[in-house]
Structure formats: structure tokens, C-alpha cells
């Protein structure tokens, strides 16, 4: 897989692929995916109008709340 066909978009990478780059080569991929994705998630609502944690969604008095 060539870094120019990624960086424009053509492949697919895993994370294991990823991880298996040099440093340089994978920042550029994951920073060209990300600025591609940018115009989706300021665009597309549904991607951001959501609450992540409700006050429903954490669970304090959980048996695996135990404190360190």
C-alpha cells in the first residue's frame, strides 16, 4: 500500500498497517483522514448533536467503582 494512494483517500488501512509505518508516513495518513472528516462532522448534525454522558450513563454505586 503506497502512501499517496492513502493519503488521497484510495485505501483502507488497519491499525495494525498503521501501526506499522514509520511515525512521519502514519501522522500524515491519520492527519489527511482527519481533515476529510472535519467537513462531515460540521456539516452532519446527527454526528455531534448528542449528549455523550446523560446523567443515566455513569453509574457511581457500580461494584467496580472501587477507588485506588
Same mark, same amino acid.
Given at each position: 500500500? *503506497?502512501?499517496? *494512494?492513502?493519503?488521497?483517500?484510495?485505501?483502507?488501512?488497519?491499525?495494525?498497517?498503521?501501526?506499522?509505518?514509520? @511515525?512521519h508516513e502514519r501522522d500524515r495518513i491519520l492527519e489527511t483522514a482527519a481533515t476529510?472528516?472535519?467537513?462531515?462532522?460540521?456539516?452532519?448534525? /446527527?454526528?455531534? =448533536?448528542?449528549? @455523550?454522558?446523560?446523567?443515566? /450513563?455513569?453509574?457511581? /454505586? =457500580?461494584?467496580?467503582?472501587?477507588?485506588?
Amino acid at each position: 500500500m *503506497s502512501t499517496s *494512494s492513502a493519503t488521497l483517500g484510495r485505501v483502507r488501512w488497519t491499525a495494525r498497517e498503521l501501526r506499522k509505518l514509520p @511515525a512521519h508516513e502514519r501522522d500524515r495518513i491519520l492527519e489527511t483522514a482527519a481533515t476529510a472528516a472535519e467537513g462531515e462532522y460540521r456539516a452532519n448534525r /446527527d454526528l455531534t =448533536s448528542f449528549e @455523550a454522558f446523560g446523567k443515566d /450513563d455513569l453509574h457511581g /454505586d =457500580s461494584a467496580d467503582s472501587e477507588t485506588w
